[in-house]
Structures are given as C-alpha cells and as structure tokens.
C-alpha cells in the first residue's frame, strides 16, 4: 500500500526534476535511485505485512495478500533491472527524459492496484492507470510517423476495450448488485447464472484478452511494438502486460473461479488461438523487433494456461513466468538495441564480434524456446503443471507444446545468425562493462530460475 | 557422491576447456578428463557386482523433485561405454587440427556430461534436464563444425528431438500427479504411479512417452533426420550420436517406458515390433545401395538399432539381457567403424566407396582393422556381435507374441543383407585396384592405441562374455516379468 502512494510521489519527482535540469544523463541516474527506492519501498511493505491476514484498506477496495506484494517487490526488481539496462537508450528516444521515467513510474502505480484490487472500479482505474501512460510512451519519439501510428493504433483500440470492460462490470453489476470481487463469487452460482452475468464475463474477458494480447484481440500488438521506440517496447511487452495478466488471473480465478466450466472452453480456444497466431507468424518474420512482438503473443498463450487452471499452482506459475518472461525480454531488447541493424542478418557474425554479447543471447533464446536449465523452463513447466492437475485439458498442453516446438524455429534462427553465419555487425553504441555486468546479471538470474525457481517463490 | 563425480569432471572440464585458445592444451585437458571418467565409471561398475550405487540429494521440494541418482547394472554398462568411446575419441583425435579448438573439445565433454546424467538420472525431472542439455551442445558442434549442409540439417534434427521430449515431458508430468496426494518424480513413483492407471490411459500415454525414445533411437518412420545428421555432423560427433545418444532412446524404454506403463506396452508391442523390423529391412536394402560410407554406416545403425528394439518389446529374459549386451557391443562396434571412415576419408580425400580400393596393399594394418570391426559389424562368431545378436534373436523368437517366427525370420534377413552391404564395402574399401592415397600413410600411433582399445574389446567379448552379463542379469531379469 505505501508503494502505490511511492509510485505516484516519486513519479511526481521526477517530472520536477525535468524542470529543474536539462542533463538527461543526470535525471536518468536520479530515475533509477528513485527505482531502487520504490523497490525498497516494496520491501518494506513485505516485510511489514503478516503473510496469512489480508489487509483491507481504503474501505475494502483493495485486498493486500501477500502473494500479491511478492508479486510487486518482484516486477519492481524487474523494472530496477529494466532501467538500469536501457537507461542510456531512453534518453535518445526524446527530448522529455523526464517525463518517460515518470510515466513508466505511474505504470508501477497502476500494477500494483492490478495486483491487489478488490472492486471492479480499482479494477477499471488500475487499467486504465496502466494503459494511458503507455499509449504516450508508444508515441514519443514525434518525429517518427511510426512511433505516431502506434501511439494513436493503441489509443484508439485501447479505449475501445476499456469501454467493453466497463460494459461487463456493468452488466456483472446488474446481475450480482456488487463491485466487490469477493462478494460477487458468493453471489454468482454456476446453476442459477444469470445471463446478464454470463454476457458480463465475457465482455470483461475479451477486455483483459485484448490488454494482454490474446489472438484474435491481439492485432494492434505487432504494429504497437514495432513502431514504439524500442526500449519502450521492451516494458509494454513485459511488465506492463505481466500486470494485466495478474489482474486477468486474480478475477477469474477470485470471482469466477467456481464458474469455470462456463468460460473455460471459451477461453482454451482462446488461448490455443493465441499459440498459433503467435507462433506461426513469428516464423515468418525478417525483423527480430517484429518477431519479437510475435514472439510475446506466443508467450501470452502459455500464461493463459495459468488463468485456464484454476489452483494454486497457477499463481505460482503466473509470478514464476511473468519473472522469466520478462527478464529473458528485457535481455533480448537490451541487446537488440546495442544493433544497429534489427534484421536477422543483423545479428550476423556477433558470436565473432563480440562473444558475450552472443552468448547471453543464446541464454535469452533458449529461456524463451522453454529449454531446461533456464527460467523459460521452469515458467512453462509450472503453467503446463497447473494445467495437467486440472485434468480435462489434455489436448491443449500437447497442443502447447508442439506450438513451443515452432517457437524453437524462430528463436533459433537468431542463434544461427549469431554463430554459424559470417558477417561484421555494427554496433549502435559502444558495450561498457558496465552494460556488460548488467547483462551477466541477467543472465544468471536466468539461471537461477531455471535450477533454483522456489528461490522466487519462497514467499508465497 | 561418486556419481555426481561422473556428471561434474566432464562438465566442470569442459567449461574450463573453452578458455584454452591452443589445441595442445584443450587436446590434454579433454584427454585427461576422459581418462578420469572412464576410471571413476569403472569403479562405479566394479562396484556394482555386489551393490547398486546411488546418491540423493533435494532439489525442488515444491515440484516433488530430488536430484537423485541411481547406478544399476544397466546405468554403469552405459556410463562405462560412454567412458570408453569418449577416451577412444579424444585419444584418436590427438593428431587432428579442428577450428577453434576449446570450444570443440569443451562442448565434446558438456555432451558427455549430459549422457552420464541421462545415464544415472533418478528422477523423471533430473533425466529430462540431461536428455535436453545432452543435445544442446550436440547441435552447436554438428552447427558449427558440420560439413555442407551442416545448418539446416541440424536444425532437423533439433527441431525433431525437441518435439520429442516435449511430448515425453507431458506424459512425465502427467505421470507425476497421479499419485494421490503426493507429486513426485522419483522412480518408484512414476513407476506405481503409471502401473496403477487404467488401460486406457496407458495406451495413450505410451506414445507420449514412446515418440521422444523412438525419434532417438531412431525407429521407422521417425529416423529421417538420422542419416543425414550423421554424414554431416565431424566425426567425433558422429560417434557420440550414434554409439551414445541413440542409446539413450533405448535405455529410455528400458527405463522409463517398460516399467512404467506395462499395460499399454503390452497393447502395442506388436504395433512397435513391426515397425522396428521395417526399418530393419529397409534400412538394410538402403545401405546395400549407398555408395557413400558415412550413410552406408548411418543406415546400418538404424538396422541395428531395429533389432534391439524389437527385442525391447519381445519380453523375455533372454531378449532383455541380449539388449543390454548388445547396446555395449553396438557402442563399441559402431565406434569402430566411424573411426575406419574418418580414417579413410582423411588418406583418400573421399568417402565415396566406387573410388576406393586396394587398402590391404598400401595400408595392411588399416585393412586388418577394418576386415575385424566389419566382421564384428555383421555378428560373426567370437566376435561380440555375435553373442548379443544370437541373444537378441532368441529372445525375440521366445516371446508370447502369435507372431514370434515370422518377426524372427523378417528380421533374421536383416543379419543376411547386413553381410552383403557389409563385406561389399570391405571388398571395394580394402581390395580391389589401387587408387591412389591422398595422405600415403598407415595408422598412426594414437589411431593405433584408439583401434586396439576397440579391437581387443570385440575379440574379448565376443570370446567371453560373462562380465558383461553378470554386471547386466539383475536388470535383465527385472524387466522381463
């Protein structure tokens, strides 16, 4: 609770502290101190929370568990890592330096309402909290048209999925006479549901599908992530999309959870769709940006696997994936924006180049194509698990699997570039040791989530 | 704790060996590691006459997963030829230049890593890890040091094992939770576990499981990346592939499928037993035809890898310990036949066998070498073929199968054209005109050292057996129940 009011204080800070200087190089280094900050602050708020009593503030419209705030502290440890990896490209994107760590910093606002909302309005206000700061960020490098049409593209369909989300809390109102998310799981019962209810809950899942990108909502995602300035890229794909995914699971499962056999067949095709759409596309694409937007559809396929199984081991496998996921990406964009080139034959060569750099991308791949040892592993092993204890859903985890076997063609494609084709890339800026310690580091917390995951999830 | 030694020397020494930037020094640190675990593997089956050796320690509790491992009579004959062919294959390497040496070297041993843990793995989680990280290194060596066609030929085979053991991981998970109340990996578990389910289901979960082993091993019709990956991928390689890897599609059955699901093994036996001998048949018809002595070999291997999974599924005593026989028999004989092709490729610059000819003269010791591994190839008396094959055909005659004689007779025509294809090469490789050599020259010493191992070790066994079968009978007699 103290790190949403952190998020909001110290974003406002920041954009104070664009008044008072020009240096991007010095508002940037005070942006990640305030990051470690917030972080802290997270801590703080885990330690300080007893883990089995729930907290109730602000009259019962947030329920603070603790798997919730673990949920933050780690996203927020991401986001330390993110910027401190990309810090130096955010400040070529624009002129308003500033302002991006400041909305970036409002988007952790908006997660941690998303991860501890229990009403349908903080519901409705964290989305939107995470959403309007990305629809700017899509859009801030002006003078490029297609940075301005992924900003407008994402507006627009953005809003227009918030107006079906307010629909379903409407209708879900109208049938349960509630906002509360508790009490609306006591009231709907899977015999007697109303159809203004059932019409509810699909409006509200087509919302949440298009936020984390689920086929067949997931159009704008491609054209978004490519024209957005790529570091900017790198955040919307990962933690901001972790944070609706953790709202997405939190109400069906909360609310909806004893309804399940009314939505899961709708939501399986769902989520088979997404691994098709987003795997079979990836493969065709030329740009690694392009066919890393792809790539995220894919992935989203497997963390509805999590929302699809309703049990505890699904909040494990959400936090443990949304951590893999996420630090493999940011990696991957890291590195990416070392390139000057975005092609696969951009990567040409870079094993020779510059073998570390190869080499920690190697490991982001093999995390993302799921390969043992790597925390890609461990996440889709949790989320298959889940899905497998559930038991009636048999045909979509082999149908998972053999999409994660077309997810190897493409990711492997850049490990080919990089090690057995001959070629001289060109670097956009120089690598620093300290890029290079920062990429080591991410490359063994990887690791460490591939041998070690309950490290991650001691807390739950 | 002597086990995890046999997974940590070659992984630790293959890291290290990626910083070597001269070939002496990654050549010596290879040599030696592999030296090191041989001896450690054969402690490990010396040990075993009088008591399995196993090590245990928690990994993930919450997943029910320990980092267990087991060394029975199968595991330490496997680790031990993994042991032997490794040192075989450093040894004879010792004259040769390859690019980028420490890398070479250091992926050779994370490979061997990978094949012991697979070897002595426990736990379904822990063998899982292994099988995958036993390809990885695999395929950046086939990628990177392969020949022509090296790149999309690999990729083949990657794409082809990775589906493989997706589909074996979901069957394993699915296996891991049907004990009540309990999530566990270990493999009494999945054993119970997998014996207490319903026909139905074990039938279906056998494919599950059966695809990954069977894409390994390779049975008709998943061997299609085989014999390509093989011609492609350098030497060294090859041998690892196919005297190694593809044993860990059989020792998978033997392992993890027979036991686990023995309702659904019985179902299907018949199903997999037709399909191995037809890939008996045709890989042997195949070879006849091949002119090229890397694919000749390559399709040989299928055939003989057809037998000794046909034998898998045959159930009998017999056919069991002809298999665990034979998998060391194969390692060592197949090992010996990539080291004569490389041999030949490298004094004629050519593999093709209708430019070849007249070894016998220009290089005697060659020829001898190559007339005894061949014979050993084709299972003529005292040599080791022999009595693996002899076993492998008794067992699969002695099962309860209504099609006993006819499996036996289809696949006894494998043993018939293995000698045509296989005395047709050695008369066109050994005799015959003279061709010309590229590099005039007989073995050299370490090839020489790298032959004896190989040789002794046929004539031996082949002349006496029991150690090889008193190490093996306690598992033989467990899976034919």
Redesign the interface.
């Known amino acids: 609770m103290k790190a949403i009011i952190a998020a909001t204080v110290l974003g406002i800070i920041i954009m104070f502290a664009g008044l008072m200087t020009d240096n991007k190089k010095s508002i940037a280094t005070l942006a990640a101190a305030l990051f470690f900050v917030l972080l802290g602050v997270n801590i703080w708020d885990l330690v300080t929370t007893s883990p089995n009593a729930p907290q109730l503030p602000f009259h019962g419209m947030l329920r603070i568990e603790h798997y919730s705030l673990w949920f933050n502290t780690l996203m927020t440890a991401c986001g330390c890592l993110y910027i401190l990896l990309v810090r130096k490209d955010i400040q070529k994107v624009g002129m308003h330096v500033a302002e991006y760590f400041a909305l970036i910093m409002f988007i952790f606002c908006g997660l941690y309402l998303l991860s501890t909302y229990n009403n349908m309005l903080m519901l409705f206000i964290g989305i939107e909290i995470l959403s309007i700061p990305q629809y700017i960020l899509a859009g801030s490098d002006k003078r490029n048209l297609k940075s301005s049409e992924a900003s407008l593209k994402y507006f627009l369909m953005g809003a227009f999925s918030t107006g079906i989300l307010l629909m379903g809390i409407t209708l879900l109102y109208g049938a349960s006479r509630t906002f509360n998310i508790m009490e609306m799981a006591s009231v709907l019962h899977a015999d007697s549901l109303d159809p203004l209810a059932l019409a509810g809950i699909v409006f509200i899942m087509i919302a949440l599908c298009f936020k984390v990108s689920a086929a067949p909502m997931h159009m704008w995602t491609p054209d978004v992530y490519d024209g957005s300035p790529t570091p900017f890229t790198a955040f919307m794909a990962t933690i901001a999309k972790a944070a609706a995914f953790f709202a997405f699971i939190r109400l069906f499962q909360v609310s909806f959870g004893s309804l399940s056999e009314r939505w899961t067949f709708v939501l399986s095709v769902v989520t088979a769709a997404t691994l098709l759409v987003g795997n079979v596309t990836a493969v065709f694409q030329q740009s690694v940006k392009r066919m890393l937007a792809y790539s995220s559809i894919a992935q989203a396929g497997f963390m509805l696997f999590a929302v699809l199984a309703v049990n505890a081991i699904a909040w494990?496998g959400i936090i443990i994936y949304a951590v893999a996921y996420t630090v493999a990406t940011v990696g991957i964009f890291a590195v990416l924006m070392k390139l000057k080139d975005y092609t696969y034959d951009g990567f040409n060569g870079l094993a020779k180049k510059n073998p570390l750099l190869a080499f920690v991308t190697t490991i982001f791949l093999?995390s993302l194509a799921g390969?043992?040892?790597t925390g890609g592993f461990m996440a889709k092993?949790y989320v298959?698990?889940a899905v497998?204890?559930q038991g009636h859903l048999?045909w979509l985890?082999?149908f998972g699997?053999?999409m994660?076997?077309i997810s190897?063609?493409y990711y492997?494609r850049v490990i080919?570039a990089m090690?057995?084709k001959h070629g001289n890339p060109e670097m956009n800026s120089e690598v620093t040791t300290g890029d290079k310690f920062l990429l080591i580091l991410t490359c063994v917390i990887v690791l460490l989530l591939g041998v070690?995951?309950?490290l991650f999830?001691n807390n739950m | 704790m002597i086990l995890i030694l046999l997974i940590l020397i070659p992984l630790l020494t293959g890291i290290l060996t990626f910083a070597f930037k001269s070939g002496d020094g990654a050549k010596a640190m290879a040599l030696i590691s592999s030296i090191a675990t041989l001896g450690i593997s054969a402690y490990v089956s010396g040990a075993n006459y009088t008591a399995p050796v196993s090590f245990s320690c928690p990994w993930?509790?919450?997943?029910g997963t320990q980092f267990s491992l087991m060394a029975d009579g199968m595991s330490s004959m496997l680790c031990l030829l993994t042991g032997i062919v490794v040192m075989v294959v450093m040894i004879t390497n010792t004259n040769k230049e390859v690019e980028h040496p420490g890398s070479f070297y250091g992926l050779l041993l994370l490979s061997q890593a990978g094949l012991m843990g697979v070897f002595l793995a426990y736990d379904a989680l822990v063998f899982?890890?292994f099988w995958?990280?036993a390809l990885?290194p695999v395929y950046?060596l086939c990628?990177?040091w392969g020949g022509e066609k090296?790149?999309p030929v690999t990729?083949k085979f990657?794409?082809y094992t990775?589906?493989g053991s997706?589909?074996m991981?979901?069957g394993l998970?699915?296996l891991s939770?049907q004990n009540p109340g309990l999530t566990s990996y270990s493999w009494p578990d999945i054993k119970a576990a997998g014996m207490a389910l319903p026909a139905a289901t074990q039938q279906w979960l056998f494919w599950?499981l059966f695809i990954a082993f069977a894409i390994k091993m390779p049975i008709f019709p998943f061997h299609t990346w085989q014999p390509d990956t093989y011609e492609q991928a350098p030497t060294s390689v090859t041998i690892i592939l196919s005297a190694l890897m593809v044993k860990m599609g059989l020792f998978a059955v033997l392992r993890w499928l027979l036991p686990v699901v023995p309702v659904g093994v019985a179902f299907w036996s018949n199903t997999v037993i037709v399909l191995a001998i037809i890939g008996i048949v045709y890989a042997s018809l195949i070879a006849i035809v091949q002119t090229d002595l890397k694919r000749l070999v390559a399709y040989s291997s299928i055939a003989h890898m057809g037998l000794m999974c046909a034998a898998a599924f045959s159930n009998t005593n017999m056919g069991m310990h002809g298999i665990m026989v034979q998998m060391f028999n194969h390692g060592i004989n197949i090992t010996g036949m990539w080291l004569m092709v490389s041999m030949i490729e490298n004094r004629w610059g050519t593999r093709d066998m209708t430019k070849l000819g007249g070894m016998a003269t220009v290089a005697p010791q060659m020829a001898i070498a190559l007339v005894i591994i061949s014979l050993a190839n084709i299972a003529l008396p005292l040599t080791n073929g022999f009595v693996g094959e002899f076993m492998l055909f008794n067992g699969i005659f002695e099962s309860s199968s209504m099609y006993h004689i006819t499996f036996m007779v289809v696949a006894g025509l494998g043993v018939i054209l293995g000698a045509i294809y296989t005395l047709n090469m050695v008369q066109k490789a050994a005799y015959g005109n003279v061709t010309p050599m590229v590099i005039k020259k007989d073995l050299s010493a370490n090839e020489y050292i790298g032959l004896a191992v190989i040789i002794s070790l046929i004539i031996f066994l082949g002349v006496y057996p029991k150690p090889l079968l008193d190490l093996t009978s306690g598992v033989a007699g467990m899976l034919a129940k």
């Open positions: 494990q093999f390969i043992p040892l092993y298959l698990m497998v204890q048999m985890v082999i699997l053999l994660a076997a190897v063609y492997f080919i090690y057995f070690v995951p309950q999830l | 993930i509790p919450m997943l899982y890890f995958e990280l990885i950046f990628s990177k090296r790149i990729f990657f794409v990775f589906v997706l589909m991981l979901s998970i699915y939770l599950l």
